[in-house]
Structures are given as C-alpha cells and as structure tokens.
C-alpha cells in the first residue's frame, strides 16, 4: 500500500519536468531575439562606436569598418585603411546584403578643408555607378554609400574605389582608396 507523500511527490515531480521544459524552450526562444536586438546599430549607439583616438587626440578612422545599420547577414569586401599625409583616411568595401550589393566608403578628413569625394561602384558587364560625396572639414569618421542595386553575376567581380581631392578641384589627387587595393596612397 502506497502512503499519501508518495502520491503528493509525483505531481511536484511532473511540474519540476514541465517547469524544466519551459525554461529550455523560453531560452531556445530568447536566443534568436537577444542576437536579432544586437544586430543592426542605430544612430543613438554610434557614440559608444568610436573608434580610439590618435595619441594627438584625434580620433581615427576603425580598423575594421563599422558596419553601421547593417544586419548580421551582411558581408563585406574591404581594402585596406589608407591615409594621406594631406589628413585624410578612408577605406572603402564592397558589401552584399541577401540580393543587394553597394559600395561603402568609411572616412575622416582631418585636412581642416572641405573636400569633394567620389565613390565609384563597378559591376560585372562595364556597369558602374558613381556617388558624389560631400566630405564636411569635420574631423569625425564619416561614411558615403552608392544606391543598392540587385546582385548579377559574381560577387568577386564587383569593386569599388572612392578618390577624395579638394573642393575647389585645385591640386592633385589626395587619396584613392578601392575594395581590392592591396596597398596605394594619394595616387
């Protein structure tokens, strides 16, 4: 004969399991979530993005792109970080989101001047676009996109090249920077 205790412990024992399975499936729930609400960084977040600051006190272009607004499936191409001894520093990408690609340039112009600069996106077939890019005197990392456009053909085969000189178009080049540079400089 069974006493009365048993009986009571296995209910608590089937809610302990129950309870068990639900704190399994809320957290297989709440993964997706938590990484979903990480992913793309809005414009309030981008004071906690700066890059660290040169030993003059200025602060510098990253390393590696901030890929600002971008979600986790993006990818990006990138070539190296360039600089000027003018003052100014750029990298520029190729990036691919799903189906859509475009071209990204990441800069700081610290020339004290305001410059024009221009984003050239070339595509497979002799298609390019061309972004005309306002670079603002301010001593700020900056960003210029090209227009998204539908992916056609290989990724590989898409590159991009921004080229920054002075406003008023007097004097020479002051930097190229492209998706598939190895290494150039105000050429």
Known sequence: MRTGARADD?????RK??????GVVAAVIALPLAVASAGPVGEADQAALRPPAHEDGKRAVPSRPRLLGLGLATAARCGPQLSSGDGIEAQTCVLTQGRDTWART??????GERLTGVLSFMA???????????VDAAD???????????????????????????SDGGGPLLLRSGSDQVAANGQ
């Open 106 to 111: 990441y800069y700081r112009n610290a020339t």
């Open 10 to 14: 296995r209910p608590e024992s089937g």
């Open 124 to 134: 497979p077939g002799g298609r390019s676009v061309e972004m005309h890019c306002a």
């Open 17 to 22: 399991r129950l309870l068990a399975l639900l």
């Open 140 to 166: 700020d990392p900056a960003v210029c996109d090209t227009p998204r456009q539908r992916v056609a053909g290989d990724m590989g085969a898409y590159s991009a090249v921004a080229e920054f000189s002075r």
